[in-house]
């Protein structure tokens, strides 16, 4: 596993995801509560990018189908996915985002 700095915590909106990559690994950013939270951008069940869903709380929500998935483990909260999504390491160093992939 490597560290991959991929964002500013500034460039990362408090009330939707960002898209970002690392590693080769589409991947979604999120800010809640002043914590960020790194998960796979796309959604196992119609492979739709999760960085396009809307963000509430701790659940992202497919912008396709409306499954919901939690930020913080990447368990399904909903139907129609069935299989949970990745999530990766977050560390904040002088403001820059870095998440941990491999």
Same mark, same amino acid.
């Given at each position: 596993?490597?560290?991959?700095?991929?964002?500013?915590?500034? @460039?990362?909106? @408090? @009330?939707?995801?960002?898209?970002? /990559?690392?590693? #080769? /690994?589409?991947?979604? =950013?999120?800010? &809640? /509560?002043?914590?960020?939270?790194?998960? #796979?951008?796309?959604?196992?069940?119609?492979?739709?990018? =999760?960085?396009?869903?809307?963000?509430? #709380?701790?659940?992202?929500?497919?912008?396709?189908? +409306?499954? %919901?998935? !939690?930020? %913080? !483990? +990447? %368990?399904?909260?909903?139907? $129609?996915?069935?299989?949970?999504? $990745?999530?990766?390491?977050? %560390?904040? @160093? !002088?403001?820059?985002?870095? &998440? /941990?992939? +491999?």
């Amino acid at each position: 596993m490597t560290w991959h700095r991929i964002a500013l915590f500034t @460039d990362i909106p @408090d @009330d939707a995801p960002l898209e970002a /990559e690392a590693g #080769g /690994e589409p991947l979604a =950013l999120y800010k &809640v /509560e002043g914590a960020v939270y790194c998960t #796979g951008n796309i959604c196992t069940h119609s492979e739709a990018f =999760l960085s396009d869903g809307y963000l509430e #709380g701790f659940e992202i929500e497919c912008p396709l189908h +409306g499954a %919901r998935f !939690d930020i %913080r !483990d +990447g %368990r399904v909260l909903c139907q $129609p996915a069935s299989k949970d999504i $990745p999530t990766y390491p977050v %560390r904040i @160093d !002088d403001g820059a985002v870095y &998440v /941990e992939v +491999g």
